[in-house]
């Protein structure tokens, strides 16, 4: 398990970031879960709507893509690594429409290795590490690459 000594601050540290970025606050962007392995963010449908009734695709792919960069923000906080992160690249496949609230969870690619990204942090100031984030049921994913860069 991840030993984040005050996970709670923490948390809301990383909720108060997200509610400071105006198109995030505005699609009422919450964070629902975290743990060890992933973490999950969760948005109402209603503010995310489409003119079909469903979620609108630019939302799907927005809270995929901050599940991402929450969770590799928080695992570099949570280390003790003042760092800033940015989406590098994705890609997205849409599978069927969304006629629920977003939850999207983000997780590290089964390939990645975060104590080999943080070891390559600490040696360069900077690393990436591919994440896999879904919507709920599956109705859609992302393959996102974050870059960490030391701050300073």
Known sequence: MLDIPDRSSLLQQLQATLDAM??????GIRIAACD???LCLQAPLGVNVNDK????????ASVMTLAGWA??????????????VYVADSSIRYRSPVY???????????????AA?????DKRGRARLTVHARV??????????????ARG
Request: without cysteine; proline residues 5%; charged residues 20%.
């Open 36 to 38: 060890h392995e992933s």
């Open 136 to 149: 709920d049921g599956g109705a859609a994913e992302l393959e996102g690459r974050f870059v960490a860069l």
């Open 71 to 84: 969770l590799v923000s928080m695992r570099l906080s949570a280390s003790g690594r003042d760092a800033e």
């Open 22 to 27: 105006p198109p995030v606050a505005a699609m």
């Open 53 to 60: 009734g469903n979620a609108f695709g630019g939302s799907l």
């Open 100 to 114: 629920a609230d977003l939850v999207a969870t983000a997780r590290a690619a089964p390939d990645q290795d975060w």
């Open 117 to 121: 990204f943080l070891a390559l942090f």
